[in-house]
């Protein structure tokens, strides 16, 4: 789902909830209008006496203007009464501020941009493990205190765990760095990615995660197919993208000039980038053509460190 569509959802679904509940208030209104034959007369007389107002109150007759208006009062009140009785009241907005229309003097009301940004976070979650790959179920006491060679994998990665979450607070879609993350499988690249993809999401930034081969292929499918490049110019046009798993997919020469295009236009428009990888920079050189490679080279390169966390969670099972 894109951003644009995540939108369009969001405002149908109020239009079509705001068009049941007036369809269900209009459809009470004209039953109590057959049925109750004194509100029905109410209803008329209100309208007779609106219209005498307006003409008595130009006159300039106040005797009478007051005599009607008191009769309004009345019937107004016999009217509500009625409406009581029957159990209808005035249509409940699910937001106040727009009335479920949308949109406040001409700009998209805050109701649609949380609805939207719930769409696309529900989205996401369906596909990938969103939900638990969040900065605050990262648990460093799986990498170790100290390692072989005497360095502390822990406190390496509590460095880069500050700096994924700083990196959130502190993000600007167009001053923001671009990352390669990179490490062996089970480091936590794609929890730490993915905790960043879900904080920006939820500060309504427009944010596209994929794995590489899902991305790619999507792009070559719809452009080949489709004849359209709408992912393509999404993942172009976004505040952050994220790509996971950089190597996991089919490199043609098309894929290569794509990724090229993609992290190209990105650079200089000044909008950041994360790749993940799991390739060493020397397999980066090889499997990529030397300027995709010069590119990758000059984004903030972190390596990640660790065991297999996926490993040594099974074999605490
Ligand atoms: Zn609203």
Redesign the pocket.
Known sequence: MTREQSYNIALEK?REVLRYKKATFDAAMQNLQKTNPDFAKINSRLSFLGAQIATVAISGDTATLEKLQKEMTELSSAREAILKMASIGDIV????????????GGKI????HTAAKELLINDLSANIPLDSCRFENFDLNYYPQKSADNTSPRKYMTSIFKMCREYVINFDPSKSESMLFRGNTGVGKTHLTLAITYELLNCGFNVIYGPAYNLFADMETEHFKEHTNNKYNAAINCDLLVIDDLGGEFVSPYIQSLLYNIINTRDLSGKPTIINTNLTMAEIGTRYTPRVASRLFNYNIEEFVGSDIRLLKASEK
């Open positions: 109020q907005y699910d937001c106040n501020v727009c009335q479920d229309t949308g949109y406040v009301c805050d109701c649609i």
